[in-house]
């Protein structure tokens, strides 16, 4: 059974920093790129980062250029987002996704409020 699960989503202060993970379980972990989005209320969900699967190339919107940093640790099926200098416009729910040629899957999703 495919599993992702995202944890450490909360409530922050602007500039603040939070480290999001998702945990994965029921597939070849190694095997799949990774990637955090993140949908706020009426909007479209929206890449943030991407990660390949050897983990040696990474890509990021260019609203968090700079603040986030996605990780993986291929031996614990967990991918990491490091997020920093948080503003409120980051305010959204942040789903892990795990994707190569043959499908994806999606977590649950942790939601993330940036307010003072």
């Known amino acids: 059974q495919v599993q992702l699960v995202e944890s450490g989503g909360g409530l922050v202060q602007p500039g603040g920093s939070l480290r999001l993970s998702c945990a994965a379980s029921g597939f070849t972990f190694s095997s799949y790129a990774m990637s955090w989005y993140r949908q706020a209320p009426e909007n479209e969900r929206e890449l943030v980062a991407i990660?390949?699967?050897?983990?040696?190339?990474?890509n990021y919107a260019d609203s968090v250029k700079g603040r986030f940093t996605i990780s993986r640790d291929n031996a614990k099926n967990t991918v990491y987002l490091q997020m920093n200098s948080l503003k409120s416009e980051d305010t959204a729910v942040y789903y892990c996704n795990a994707w190569n040629v043959w499908g994806d899957y999606w977590g649950q999703g942790t939601q993330v409020t940036v307010s003072s």
């Open positions: 990660i390949s699967n050897a983990g040696d190339s990474t």
